[in-house]
């Protein structure tokens, strides 16, 4: 492979990853900047306090980058962003309910979401979904307007009719004209997920109480994003972190602090069920003490941050800070004044120290949300950030007075996740039985005609088989006449078993030569045969043939007749209600020796729907073979016998 070939592939998709894009509309009666502008001032105060798992919500304009999903110089006008969600799913959703506030505050914005699992909106609501949107065609098709979900339909094919592909300018024209917006059922299922974030992402936040060194808390305090890198990086630590963890060197236990943090739920979660000793000098408390979960939350956080730190000092170089950068970003006037109007600042005053901790926390959310990097994460590394920190806040100790404490958030949504689990499963089934119930116009009963089940029944056993299964006739078999009576005839003269006593007394070896010469012999002798000799011989042979079988089968039923005239065998077929019964000895005799007749399509029906009725629900032959005839049966609860 060529290495431009390695640069030219496709975007591979990646695992656990979001990609959203936001288009304008109104054909560009502003500008990229401008739209990023407005976005991020509708969605500032709930971004602000998030704590997010893996990466944060950001809005790149494709003036300055151009998305990995598209062709370099073939991209419109647009916001784009990519969001490693990692474990959690909640993100994921969190980022959707922000796109759909977007859409909706927003005039003439367009959203469009994806994953790697594809269109991941759909898939939520694919029970109600059109049956002609497929995950091959649903390209383009699948958008946010106004705050709701809307589907550009089939019928809009692509390319002006063409039937290419859809291109984004071409939905966003179908969108912008109306008529796709997709049906309550649909909307229901999607924007169910996003309800609990009308709010913001307080629902995938806990509060911890946690015991840790104070110089950790210092740093959580003044960047409180740090804490989910901190414990990632402790989850997916290595032997050689292990020793860096063994000394705690930046972070010391000297002095430890009780403080307050804010963790996602997913980031918790793994922290508590993660069994870890503690490296040699750390103090803890006893198991038994009740402090002792703050004290092991609070380890693990200390040398997750130890892990981070180092990390970032291995591969990143100092640099000096630049603090003027900030002010003269374009978008940040616009994100500040909205925080104040939503009242982000409350009554506290500039300058004074809860005034710029919460300062730190919007500026910090601005430069991520905005696609920038940060003074803090641009100019300066992790590890000099950390050190920035550190070195501001003298007298650490001070910074956590006791007033500041209150009571967790409980944590027993950690342990019923078994019972949420089997009430969503349960939803889902209920919501399948009913798409089920009302997918039909039909009712189940009326939908069943047991003639058509006999027809159906004989059809599939008239079918061709092979090695393969059973097999439709093709059409083109129509031209072809093959008489079975002439092949048999020919295989037999060209074998030399033609009817003949004569010849086969005098040549009794003639069938046992293999040589060729011999066997066209007999071929061409077969063939020269006078068609009446032919044909007495073969009728006579055919007259004996049936003689005997007809013998043998009447023998058969009568041996069959006396043996189950003692058995309870008659009673168990279903008779036709609607035939007479034989009332004279002669009639009794023309039913075979006064064995009660049968309806054998009664029999056949009444015998698929009891094997279908006893599966109860499941998989098994008579629904397997029921559904290979492509035939419906109503509920087990509406399974009647025919002759009901």
Sequence with gaps: MDITDVFSRSHVVEENVMSYSLHDCSNGEISLDELRNRCLACIGQHVVDYVWQREP????????????????????????????????????????????RMTKYIPNLAAKVWDNDGEFLLIEAAFHIPKWLKPDDSNNRVWIFNGALHLVSKKKMGKKGGGGA?????????????????????????????ECYSEGGASNLHWARCRLPATVAAVLKFSPQLVSPAIHSFIHRDQEDMKIVSKLAKFPCKELATVMVKLHRCSYAQL????????????????????FKACDIGLKIACGMEILYHRSAAHTEREEKHDDQLDVMPGWEDFLGSLKRNGYFGENIPGSMRHRELLSKASASFLSCSGHQSKINQLASTAMAIDNILKDSDGVGALFPKEDLFAEDDDSWLYMGQSDLDIELNKRQKELHKETQQGDPLSEQDAFDPEQLVDGFKSFVD????????????????????????FVSELRGALGIIPNTTDQSENPGSSSEGDSEGFSERMDGA???SSEHWEAETATDSDDDSVDSEEFNQAYSVAMNEELSGSKLDSSFAVDPHESQPTTSSAAEDTNDGLTPVDVNINLVRGLLESYSSQNGMAGPAGNLLGMMDMKLPGHSETRSPES
Excluded at 272 to 291: C, I, N, S
Excluded at 465 to 486: K, L
């Design 57 to 100: 919500f950001v809005l790149h304009s494709s003036l300055d980058a151009t998305p990995p999903w598209e062709e370099l110089g073939k991209c419109g006008q647009c916001l784009w962003g990519s969001v490693r969600f990692g474990e959690s799913v909640e993100d994921e959703w969190f980022i959707v309910s922000l796109l759909q």
């Design 166 to 194: 859809l291109t984004v300018s071409e939905a966003l024209h179908e969108i912008k004209a109306g008529g796709t917006e997709a049906k309550e059922k649909v909307q229901r299922c999607v924007w169910e997920r996003t």
């Design 272 to 291: 508590a069920q993660h069994e870890f000793g503690p490296p040699k000098g750390y103090r803890m408390l006893d198991r038994e003490d009740k402090g």
């Design 463 to 486: 079918k061709l088989s092979s090695h393969e299964g059973a097999e439709v006739p093709e059409e083109n078999f129509g031209d072809i006449n093959f008489d079975t009576s002439r």
């Design 527 to 529: 063939m020269d045969h």
